[in-house]
RNA sequence: GCCUGCGUGGUGGAAUGGUAGACACAGGAGACUUAAAAUCUCUAGGCCGAAAGGCCGUGCCGGUUCGAAUCCGGCCGCAGGUACCA
């Protein structure tokens, strides 16, 4: 070989690693175990370039702890249930079995060429029975221990199709596909009982150490807990049963300034009301239009339907106040039911504007004033202010010393009692689609809903089942739904909503520890294997699937299936920014968007045209996303310049935390890069020794080790790759001799070999090094090395920069201090003015103060 | 709307209270070559200046500090999440 070619060595060094079958992970109580594990991925079709980088982040970790004599468990499955699968069925015929398998096959296909260091021998799909039947079995130990139940739940109803939407298929508050507005209704569901760990889920954030504080942050804001005052307002006329609305409030300190209270359309005396009254029923259905996510209700207009009723103020029983219903009050959260303080809440002031209630103040800043009529007074919590109308506790006090004196003050008056509540919900898992784990219980006329009998699992979809028209093809299987009562055995109907997948991707990395196993887990394995030492995925995941893998950890540590140690699952956390790319779009037909991939796509002067000269709409920097179709392949770039390019190129530049705008620019510079070492290598003569070269250059190595072990230990690839780009520059400008070059080659090729392990393997091979690179023990950097004698201080006069001195590292600061006032450069800037002052920080600055 | 981040040259980014722009891309100049490719060398935030040097500069406005990209307050823009996309 006279160049450094990608496409001869990478299979080769493939081939080698696994006929050595190092990366199958083995229990070996002689080695510390270590867990590294990237969130995996949906098989959406083919690997797009977000997927290289977060698991070439992995493979970085993976392989430089297995140098560092870990034993490495580095696993990879698919994420295989899910909506697309059915989409793709709809559009364009097929089976969402096939269709993902066949995806898979695809992906894994793109994925072995990059060299991973993966124990495929693990891999496993959750469309797998083995793995959904797994699940099946955990269902049923949950539903004995009492963590999972039926209630009623709103969903996204398709008046048009008849059918349940995901919050994605609604757009614009219209069904996708029928267009027709759509409206919230209630169904009965299967859920997780996540909200009696909902304290335990907040608390236990502040053991995990080795999570980004951003991510803590933001699971304790989800989780929200709060403390607050429950109480009830008296009905004056109120229909038969309905003599009070109770209500949850955290600011009863503004109680003072309440205008009305407002029930939810879905509120019990809002059913009663709505049966008596037309008008009332109208205004209901019409509240109840949209779909049911946060963001929609939290925008949507603020409407709200005078009742006529009347409540009485606990604190002035003469004061009466009107009882609205409110579209933008939910059942699901608190009562159902709040009073209205439009001084100090943006939502109630908009309101209040609105229907024409009165606004008013009960506190105004400490001092100063605020026209509460045209805009609320809302301060932090932990900002003192000057109460006008004052329930407890002193005239000038924080909002939170306000709070607590009033629910005190509440609870001694007898007007309700405090109470902790918390923002998190249970986690509805019921699902009224096809491609899903099927909840494995049957309804039976006599004994009720009855679980499956464990030996019965796993209940498997059937395959005979078509897509043609909208709705849960398990629903109208002819035979599937046919059963036996598991208790009486008197015919019975099977359940057929199947679970949301965010259970399938709750325990996977659970199951990776024994994946073949007839149980969910297998203890010896779980205790050896768990916890995962380090888990990598998108920031994207941070709430949802981290907290429901957490107190799915917790539920099978009680239900057996994990120790008590896995409770929490994930000892660190790193979360890599998305790699992001414009969308391309048109209008169709019909008016709804059309995407288009990059690749057809052509620039110029900022706008983008279609091959039939067609312009199309840029929508910048989004997450890469299949249904959008603003996704990059990398199998151009691997198959241009091979695997090692690729992951080199994907973790230089970008901090690993931050989301990159895609750009192939920079692809062709990796990859001379890479050549460039191999050629340092490849010829490598003879030089003689050179004393003084030799320590100079073996002194950069020490630092290169140092540096670049320092970067990957806190995720710094790209601090990593640049301090190796300057590591190869001192070696290719040394005038060191043969002898040393090539232990500083070799330290190269191993400090290299995370990031690009075949090239890596091949110099190692090129310069005599014993064994596999993969198999050689991580360089370690000689301190004694790292330590210059001379340092060089920047001198500045007023915080500018005017000069600078080399000093003896440990100079005393008088002796620096005189130095720096004799700078040629601050003589001319004082221009014979006196200091004022000098501060000398060693080792870092001189700052001169005139 | 709400929660969480992010914002630095033409570009990706470095610097987490101490020399702003490391390292790299694109650019410019040059060497080698008949030529090209490959490789190597130099250059490079803006403005003024022949140079020495000076002034300005990290989204915007203000503050703390001897010293702020970094800390604090307010604003603007972008991204992620918002419980049925995964």
């Known amino acids: 070989m006279t160049r450094y070619s990608a496409a001869e060595i990478e299979p080769k060094w493939q081939e080698a690693w696994d006929e050595a079958g190092i990366f199958q992970a083995r229990r070996d109580e002689a080695k510390p175990k270590y867990y590294v594990l990237e969130m995996f991925p949906y098989p959406s079709g083919?690997?797009?370039?977000?997927?290289?980088?977060?698991?070439?982040?992995?493979?970085?970790?993976?392989?430089?702890?297995?140098?560092?004599?870990?034993?490495?468990?580095?696993?990879?499955?698919?994420?295989?249930?899910?909506?697309?699968?059915?989409?793709?069925?709809?559009?364009?015929?097929?089976?969402?079995?096939?269709?993902?398998?066949?995806?898979?096959?695809t992906m894994v296909g793109q994925m072995k060429p990059l060299g991973f260091s993966l124990d495929w021998t693990r891999m496993f799909a959750t469309c797998?029975?083995?793995?959904?039947?797994?699940?099946?079995?955990?269902?049923?130990?949950?539903?004995?221990?009492?963590?999972?139940?039926?209630?009623?739940?709103?969903?996204?109803?398709?008046?048009?199709?008849?059918?349940?939407?995901?919050?994605?298929?609604?757009?614009?508050?219209?069904?996708?596909?029928?267009?027709?507005?759509?409206?919230?209704?209630?169904?009965?569901?299967?859920?997780?009982?996540?909200?009696?760990?909902?304290?335990?889920?907040?608390?236990?954030?502040?053991?995990?150490?080795?999570?980004?504080?951003?991510?803590?942050?933001?699971?304790?804001?989800?989780?929200?807990?709060?403390?607050?005052?429950?109480?009830?307002?008296?009905?004056?006329?109120?229909?038969?049963?309905?003599?009070?609305?109770?209500?949850?409030?955290?600011?009863?300190?503004?109680?003072?300034?309440?205008?009305?209270?407002?029930?939810?359309?879905?509120?019990?005396?809002?059913?009663?009301?709505?049966?008596?009254?037309?008008?009332?029923?109208?205004?209901?259905?019409?509240?109840?239009q949209g779909g049911t996510t946060e963001e929609a209700i939290e925008k949507a207009e603020k409407l709200g339907f005078d009742t006529g009723l009347k409540v009485r103020h606990p604190f002035d029983t003469a004061w009466e106040l009107p009882v609205y219903i409110a579209n933008f009050i939910l059942m699901d959260y608190g009562t159902g039911a709040i009073f209205g303080c439009p001084g100090h809440d943006e939502r109630d002031h908009e309101f209040a504007t609105k229907y024409g209630l009165p606004i008013i103040d009960t506190f105004l800043p400490v001092d100063g004033d605020h026209d509460i009529q045209s805009a609320p007074f809302v301060p932090a919590k932990s900002e003192k202010v000057r109460y006008t109308r004052l329930i407890a506790g002193a005239e000038?006090?924080?909002?939170?010393?306000?709070?607590?004196?009033?629910?005190?003050?509440?609870?001694?008056?007898?007007?309700?009692?405090?109470?902790?509540?918390?923002?998190?919900?249970?986690?509805?898992?019921?699902?009224?689609?096809?491609?899903?784990?099927?909840?494995?219980?049957?309804?039976?006329?006599?004994?009720?809903?009855?679980?499956?009998?464990?030996?019965?699992?796993?209940?498997?979809?059937?395959?005979d089942v078509s897509f043609d028209i909208p709705g849960n093809p398990l629903d109208r299987h002819p035979t599937w739904r046919d059963c036996a009562c598991p208790s009486c055995g008197a015919p019975a109907k099977r359940e057929t909503d199947t679970m949301d997948t965010f259970v399938d991707s709750s325990w996977y990395f659970a199951r990776f520890t024994a994946p073949r196993a007839d149980t969910p887990t297998v203890k010896e394995d779980a205790e050896y294997w768990m916890n995962v030492d380090q888990y990598i995925g998108g920031i994207e995941h941070a709430i949802l699937h981290l907290l429901y893998s957490?107190?799915?950890?917790?539920?099978?540590?009680?239900?057996?299936?994990?120790?008590?140690?896995?409770?929490?699952?994930?000892?660190?956390?790193?979360?890599?920014?998305?790699?992001?790319?414009?969308?391309?779009?048109?209008?169709?037909?019909?008016?709804?968007?059309?995407?288009?991939?990059?690749?057809?796509?052509?620039?110029?002067?900022?706008?983008?045209?279609?091959?039939?000269?067609?312009?199309?709409?840029?929508?910048?920097?989004?997450k890469m996303s299949k249904s959008k179709n603003n996704v990059v392949d990398p199998v151009a770039i691997i198959s241009q310049y091979g695997a090692d390019t690729a992951r080199w190129f994907v973790l230089s530049d970008s901090p690993p935390e931050r989301d990159v705008e895609w750009t192939a620019a920079g692809a062709e510079a990796a990859s001379k890069h890479l050549a460039r070492v191999w050629r340092l290598a490849a010829e490598l003569d003879d030089t003689p020794e050179n004393e003084a070269e030799d320590t100079a250059l073996l002194r950069e190595m020490h630092k290169a080790i140092n540096d670049v072990t320092g970067g990957i230990d806190s995720f710094g690839f790209n601090a990593s790759i640049a301090k190796l780009y300057g590591f190869t520059n001192t070696i290719a400008k040394s005038k060191a001799g043969a002898v040393a070059k090539r232990m500083a080659l070799k330290t190269l090729a191993q400090l290299m070999s995370p990031m690009t392990p075949?090239?890596?393997?091949?110099?190692?091979?090129?310069?005599?090094?014993?064994?596999?690179?993969?198999?050689?023990?991580?360089?370690?950097?000689?301190?004694?090395?790292?330590?210059?004698?001379?340092?060089?201080?920047p001198i500045q006069v007023n915080g500018k920069r005017r000069g600078e001195i080399t000093v003896p590292k440990d100079m005393d600061k008088a002796e620096v201090e005189k130095l720096a006032l004799a700078d040629e450069g601050v003589l001319r800037t004082l221009d014979g003015a006196q200091p004022k002052k000098v501060i000398v920080v060693p080792g870092r600055i001189v700052n001169v103060v005139m």
């Open 46 to 105: 083919r690997i797009h370039i977000g997927h290289v980088r977060n698991y070439t982040m992995g493979d970085v970790v993976a392989r430089y702890k297995r140098a560092t004599g870990h034993n490495v468990l580095h696993p990879m499955g698919f994420d295989a249930f899910g909506m697309p699968a059915e989409n793709a069925a709809m559009a364009n015929g097929g089976h969402p079995k096939d269709w993902t398998y066949s995806n898979i096959d």
């Open 128 to 288: 797998d029975p083995e793995y959904y039947g797994q699940q099946q079995a955990l269902f049923l130990d949950f539903l004995e221990k009492g963590l999972v139940y039926r209630k009623n739940a709103v969903v996204n109803w398709d008046p048009v199709d008849m059918t349940v939407l995901a919050n994605e298929q609604v757009e614009d508050g219209r069904g996708w596909r029928s267009g027709a507005l759509v409206e919230r209704r209630e169904l009965t569901q299967w859920f997780f009982k996540i909200s009696d760990y909902s304290d335990e889920l907040l608390s236990a954030l502040d053991t995990l150490d080795q999570w980004p504080a951003k991510v803590k942050t933001m699971q304790a804001n989800w989780i929200g807990k709060s403390r607050g005052l429950q109480f009830a307002f008296g009905l004056i006329d109120a229909p038969h049963g309905f003599d009070r609305v109770e209500v949850y409030t955290t600011r009863p300190d503004t109680l003072m300034g309440a205008s009305f209270v407002g029930i939810s359309p879905d509120h019990p005396l809002a059913k009663e009301l709505e049966k008596a009254n037309p008008e009332v029923a109208a205004f209901c259905e019409k509240a109840r």
């Open 396 to 463: 000038i006090q924080t909002g939170e010393e306000a709070v607590n004196a009033a629910v005190d003050f509440c609870e001694k008056n007898g007007v309700g009692h405090g109470v902790t509540k918390f923002r998190l919900r249970d986690w509805g898992l019921s699902r009224q689609r096809y491609w899903g784990c099927p909840i494995p219980v049957v309804h039976c006329d006599a004994c009720g809903v009855v679980p499956e009998k464990k030996e019965n699992l796993p209940v498997q979809l059937p395959d």
């Open 550 to 622: 957490r107190f799915f950890a917790r539920a099978m540590h009680i239900t057996g299936h994990l120790p008590d140690s896995a409770k929490e699952p994930f000892d660190a956390l790193f979360t890599q920014g998305m790699v992001t790319h414009a969308i391309y779009q048109t209008k169709g037909k019909d008016g709804r968007p059309v995407y288009h991939y990059p690749e057809d796509v052509d620039l110029r002067d900022g706008k983008g045209f279609l091959t039939d000269g067609t312009e199309v709409e840029i929508i910048p920097s989004a």
């Open 758 to 793: 075949h090239l890596s393997e091949e110099v190692w091979a090129i310069l005599g090094g014993e064994g596999l690179i993969a198999e050689a023990p991580w360089p370690v950097a000689d301190e004694v090395m790292l330590v210059d004698d001379t340092v060089t201080l």
